[in-house]
């Protein structure tokens, strides 16, 4: 009898947890959802509003007359240029005025016609702010990184609730559309078959993060975990803004002056057997070098090489094989988030992550309503004392894992615990 009185209150202080952590939570991660979902089809949406697609031909320009069209017609300096995968795509080329936003101009590759542009990163560059806070800066940032660690708890909490038990399967949907307990299956049955995904997106999603992500590849890299270390001068936008996760955090061999065009540099990578997208960004200041980033489809395919600009030299040629464990992992987890590295299959099980997180943050407001008693909205019962303090012992191991996490928990408890105050002062 002390078992499952026990075992009742362990589960109400994880339901309250389950409620508290939805309901500060819920409109980012449905913002999120919404904004990753639509990410994952990038290159279909693009393809709908900008001239991204052409009619592939035989022969070509070299890059250096896509340049030079640009230029001419801008009247501003070329910063990259993206070679895509396909013939059958239109080249970008950037521009970017001091103070202002960048341009990108598409160009047919086979006569060096300028087909239209894009203005500041374009339509996914929005949804891609939207979905990372952005918009907002740093504090957006950060909040980010504390939603995610909310829905890592989330995740072991539905998990913990949905468990089947004696009389409660895990996957069914029961009673009648209008009814609580309808509601309730539709929702834990969604929580239930998705929280894995989730769980996966959440984590894979952290290390694009400031604080812990910027943490992360400190780690990495001081523990020789991540990219080859080299002497180097730090990157800045936006060749940092090209490169793949690991190699962020180094920069490029300083060299001088110089000297060859990018017709060169495109032979020169054409020879280091990179057949493939990529994107080639110029030498942002006297002494720089080239640098050509390939287009990550798979995390194997992860390459960058930078080209002194003087004597043409590869300086640098860092591939998949030079990853070390740390880094290997994050740029896999990245890619899998993205649903690029297991080809379609992968983007269907995001998406299907992404549609069962937006429809249990619709569902879950929907069931409080349900829930109400005697007409009002209340949170779940209470547990007893030492349940709540050794179940909030439990989910600050989550915090510490995820300081920013742990401190809106701390906030949480804090904020509970004075609102219990306050209502025991005034009754």
């Not at 297991?342 to 349900?370: D, F, Q, V």
Request: charged fraction near 15%; include cysteine.
């Amino acid at each position: 009898m002390a078992a499952a009185m026990g075992s009742g209150a362990f589960y109400r202080a994880m339901w309250r947890w389950h409620f508290y952590a939805g309901l500060i939570v819920l409109p980012v991660l449905a913002l999120m959802a919404v904004t990753g979902a639509l990410y994952l089809y990038k290159p279909e949406i693009e393809a709908l509003v900008y001239p991204v697609r052409i009619a592939a031909a035989p022969g070509g320009v070299p890059p250096s007359q896509m340049v030079a069209a640009v230029e001419r017609t801008s009247g501003l300096r070329v910063t990259q240029i993206v070679r895509p995968a396909m013939r059958d795509e239109s080249w970008r080329v950037t521009t970017k005025a001091t103070g202002g936003d960048a341009v990108t101009w598409f160009v047919d590759p086979h006569d060096g016609r300028i087909l239209g542009t894009m203005q500041g990163g374009g339509i996914m560059k929005v949804i891609k702010d939207l979905h990372s806070l952005a918009l907002t800066g740093a504090v957006g940032n950060r909040l980010v990184e504390v939603v995610a660690g909310w829905a890592i708890l989330l995740c072991i909490t539905g998990l913990y609730l949905r468990w089947p038990r004696r009389g409660q399967p895990a996957l069914a949907v029961r009673g009648r559309p209008g009814g609580r307990l309808f509601w309730r299956d539709l929702h834990g049955t969604l929580g239930f078959a998705s929280a894995l995904v989730i769980l996966f997106l959440a984590v894979t999603g952290m290390p694009w993060t400031e604080v812990w992500g910027g943490g992360l590849r400190a780690v990495v890299a001081a523990n020789d975990l991540g990219r080859p270390r080299a002497p180097v001068i730090p990157w800045t936008a936006p060749a940092q803004e090209a490169l793949p996760w690991a190699l962020r955090e180094g920069g490029a061999a300083k060299g001088a002056v110089g000297g060859i065009g990018i017709d060169a540099v495109a032979d020169i990578v054409a020879q280091r057997g990179v057949s493939g997208g990529y994107t080639l960004v110029l030498p942002a200041t006297p002494g720089a070098p080239w640098l050509v980033a390939t287009m990550v489809e798979r995390a194997q395919d992860a390459r960058a090489i930078t080209i002194d600009a003087a004597s043409g030299a590869v300086v640098q040629d860092i591939a998949w094989r030079n990853f070390g464990g740390g880094a290997r992992v994050v740029e896999w987890g990245i890619a899998t988030h993205q649903g690029q590295e297991y080809g379609e299959a992968n983007r269907l099980l995001m998406l299907a992550g992404c549609l069962c997180l937006l429809l249990l943050c619709l569902t879950a407001p929907i069931l409080w309503w349900k829930r109400r008693r005697n007409g009002r909205l209340c949170a779940p019962p209470d547990a007893t004392p030492a349940v709540r303090r050794t179940v909030a012992g439990l989910m600050l191991v989550i915090g510490l894992l995820f300081p920013l996490t742990g401190l809106s928990m701390l906030a949480a408890l804090a904020g509970e615990w004075l609102a219990g105050r306050l209502k025991r002062a005034g009754e």
